[in-house]
């Protein structure tokens, strides 16, 4: 895939160059782990968009809505807001959100590393003190309110990027009607196609959680 390649050259170029070197290493942690973002994201008010929108303001602000900004159509899709649950979720496996959006970063797999940016992030903002209290995440985060359990955040990430959870959620399934909804997703609803081994910690967690025995 070259967009891969592409953004992990960026990468190099910001992290190796200016970006890195205007902080002097006492700054918290979440704001030296974002000069990973710096290589194409702007983040004060009023600066350009780079390679990224500029991401002032990000937390609680509508997704795909910074002025001027050319969207990938992945992007444009996703709707609602950037809530601090949706950021960690979108930071920790980018690909996995919205499928095809042109972010080609692999994500903050830490989720203390993920919190600390977040936490950042929410500086980033003309109300601090509102968008700080909403973005303590990864304890905060439910995963949509599926049950825990192996499988959890992979379902998370395939399942919740075109519908509510709520329609995952409110089945009683077999495992064979679970193979073939998702079947389903990926030949007539456009899911991207899942590896195998994705596909079976998928259809384990959804039919414990949501087999037959569910109704
Ligand atoms: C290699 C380049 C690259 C890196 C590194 C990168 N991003 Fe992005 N990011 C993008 C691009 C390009 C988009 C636009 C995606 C689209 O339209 O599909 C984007 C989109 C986003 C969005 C959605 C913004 C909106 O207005 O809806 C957020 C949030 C975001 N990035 C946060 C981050 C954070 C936080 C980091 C650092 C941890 C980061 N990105 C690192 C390139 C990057
Ligand atoms: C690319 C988009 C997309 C993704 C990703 C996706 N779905 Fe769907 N799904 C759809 C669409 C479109 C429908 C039809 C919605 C409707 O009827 O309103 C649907 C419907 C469903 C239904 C309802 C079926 C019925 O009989 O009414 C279930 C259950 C479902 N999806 C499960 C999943 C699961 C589980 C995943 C994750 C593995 C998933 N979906 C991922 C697009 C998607």
């Not at 953004?7 to 918290?28: R, Y």
């Given at each position: 895939m070259r967009p891969v390649?592409?953004?992990?050259?960026?990468?190099?170029?910001?992290?190796?160059?200016?970006?890195?070197?205007?902080?002097?290493?006492?700054?918290?942690l979440g704001q030296q782990l974002a000069q990973v973002c710096v290589a194409c994201h702007s983040l004060q008010a009023g600066e350009p968009h780079k390679l990224g929108p500029n991401l002032w303001n990000i937390v609680g602000r509508p997704v795909a809505s910074a002025e001027g900004y050319a969207y990938s159509p992945a992007m444009q899709k996703l709707g609602g807001d950037w809530t601090a649950v949706r950021l960690d979720h979108y930071l920790r496996d980018p690909a996995a959100m919205a499928p095809g959006n042109r972010m080609t970063f692999n994500g903050i797999k830490d989720d203390a590393q993920r919190a600390a940016v977040l936490a950042y992030l929410a500086t980033l903002s003309d109300n601090p003190t509102q968008t700080t209290t909403t973005a303590t995440p990864t304890t905060a985060f439910d995963f949509g309110g599926l049950p825990p359990g192996a499988g959890q955040a992979e379902v998370f990430a395939s399942c919740s990027a075109c519908h509510s959870l709520m329609l995952v959620k409110q089945q009683g399934l077999s495992r064979e009607r679970w193979t073939q909804t998702l079947e389903w997703m990926v030949e007539e609803q456009g899911m991207d196609e899942l590896s195998p081994q994705r596909f079976e910690i998928i259809l384990d967690y959804l039919s414990e959680h949501f087999g037959e025995s569910a109704r």
């Open positions: 390649l592409i953004g992990v050259s960026l990468l190099f170029v910001g992290v190796t160059g200016n970006a890195q070197s205007q902080l002097s290493g006492s700054e918290p």
